[in-house]
């Protein structure tokens, strides 16, 4: 066995420290001085509470297999080349199905989707006791096809049901930072049950049949406490059912609306930079931290995107809405991939750049989570969603595809390209909402929640006055 430099151990397991201390400090901080976000209701709490429990369980059930599957096919002889096209498989299946499976969602139900990720998620799983390459295939397809649903109908089933109850657009921000910070949690809390597990079991499929247990319970509680919702603006005030297919839909809100293709594209652009900077951290560092220790970098890395999902309210209080300052967090990403391509052997540059890195993811995922669910037409949402991730999945698959014959500087220099393009189209996108308000798909939602407010104790009394 390797053991690993006490200078590496140290800094990392500090810096994992610093972090949570930090982290807990600030939530401490906003419980302390009531800015946790405004006064909601016990509805709105108990929905939110049965939304998180089901997203968690499933990102548990997701976040148990990462750190294991590459090892499992290694322990099987597997080489290189069928481990990289099983990898291929997952990412692929993900981008060609993805439109497909979000039009389903919008027409059959999301809760239904939601189903249906639990039940291809335990198959990919279960698949993992077989050592056979195409049973380990049919794992990864179902895998992938999971992948879009966890992405798109999970979010869309919550955003839906906060618009069927018009609870005000402002508490989702609550939700979705929650659900940044929680997913953190669940990363953190994945990498050491999976460890017990494996070492308790001495196997590595045992994280594997863990994520099953997770996953059935995600399945149960969807089952009992979730009810459906679908690609229609039922409750909001219309009755209006398009008789097109939910995909040619879609593609034409993209094609009218320039303002949801940007969001699309922005995303793309996003995301790939950081699935591919999930690859490529662990080969940049290697080098200059020698030996690596894995477990605690990645526990830094989740440490910093709770830290910036826990600051999201914040900034939104002093900057505004997050049209107003994605612009700035995509290019303060873009410089963070920059940096360590062209400063390549400085490993403090590499250790600086990759945490705050990760603290823009915690501020991307909330905030991106908002203005999609405004500015995405609610009929079409998990097809949206899906349509997004198309060409992410395949930004990552032709990268992955061509590593070998490219340098891990230059692949950090694409990232940086894809994250400065996103902060140019979030430049244009912020233009274009200025100048044109647009559909708002929560705004009927808003609408209804103005006209059920309560009038003010004033008001009642100048209308008694005034009757008399």
Not at 21 to 44: L, M, N, Y
Not at 246 to 258: E, I
Not at 296 to 305: I, L, N, P, T
Not at 392 to 420: K, Q, R, Y
């Amino acid at each position: 066995a390797v053991s690993v430099e006490p200078a590496s151990m140290e800094l990392f397991s500090l810096s994992f420290y610093v972090l949570c201390v930090i982290c807990a400090g600030i939530q401490f901080s906003k419980s302390r001085g009531g800015s946790a976000g405004p006064p909601t209701t016990p509805d709105f709490k108990k929905f939110q509470h049965v939304y998180l429990l089901v997203y968690f369980c499933s990102v548990m059930g997701d976040w148990l297999q990462g750190p294991y599957v590459y090892a499992l096919y290694d322990y099987y002889k597997f080489t290189k080349q069928q481990i990289g096209f099983l990898f291929i498989v997952g990412f692929g299946t993900s981008g060609v199905f993805g439109a497909f499976i979000g039009q389903y969602a919008d027409k059959y139900g999301r809760k239904l989707a939601c189903m249906a990720y639990v039940i291809l998620y335990i198959v990919s799983c279960a698949t993992k006791h077989s050592p056979n390459f195409y049973v380990l295939l049919v794992g990864r397809f179902t895998g992938g096809l999971a992948t879009s649903i966890l992405f798109s109908a999970f979010e869309s089933w919550m955003v839906a049901e906060h618009n069927k109850h018009f609870y005000p657009s402002e508490w989702s921000t609550q939700t979705f930072s929650l659900a940044t910070v929680g997913n953190g949690v669940c990363a953190i809390a994945a990498g050491w049950l999976g460890a017990q597990v494996r070492d308790q079991f001495n196997s590595l499929v045992a994280p594997f049949d863990l994520a099953i247990a997770f996953l059935a319970v995600a399945g149960v509680v969807i089952q009992l406490m979730w009810s459906e919702n679908k690609g229609d603006a039922a409750g909001l005030g219309t009755t209006r059912s398009d008789p097109r297919s939910k995909l040619k839909v879609a593609a034409d809100a993209l094609r009218n609306d320039p303002k949801v293709l940007l969001l699309g594209m922005t995303q793309s652009c996003f995301e790939s930079a950081m699935y591919i900077f999930v690859f490529m951290w662990t080969p940049k560092m290697e080098p200059l931290f020698k030996p690596l220790p894995h477990g605690q970098v990645f526990g830094c890395f989740m440490a910093c995107m709770m830290i910036g999902s826990s600051v999201v309210d914040t900034v939104m209080k002093y900057r505004g809405p997050p049209q107003l300052y994605m612009r700035d967090v995509f290019a303060v990403g873009s410089l963070c991939m920059l940096a360590p391509a062209v400063l390549a052997s400085d490993k403090y540059t590499c250790y600086i750049s990759f945490f705050v890195f990760e603290a823009l993811c915690g501020v991307y995922w909330p905030s991106m989570g908002i203005l999609k669910s405004k500015y995405v037409p609610e009929e079409v949402r998990a097809t949206v969603y899906n349509i997004f991730r198309v060409p992410l999945n395949l930004f990552v698959v032709v990268v992955l595809a061509n590593l070998g014959t490219i340098s891990d500087d230059t692949v950090f220099m694409v990232c940086a390209f894809l994250l400065a393009a996103a902060a140019v189209m979030q430049h244009v996108f912020c233009n274009m909402a200025k100048n044109s308000g647009g559909p708002d798909s929560m705004g009927p939602a808003q609408a209804a929640t103005e006209e059920l407010r309560p009038l003010d104790p004033n008001e009642e009394d100048m209308e008694i006055k005034t009757e008399k």
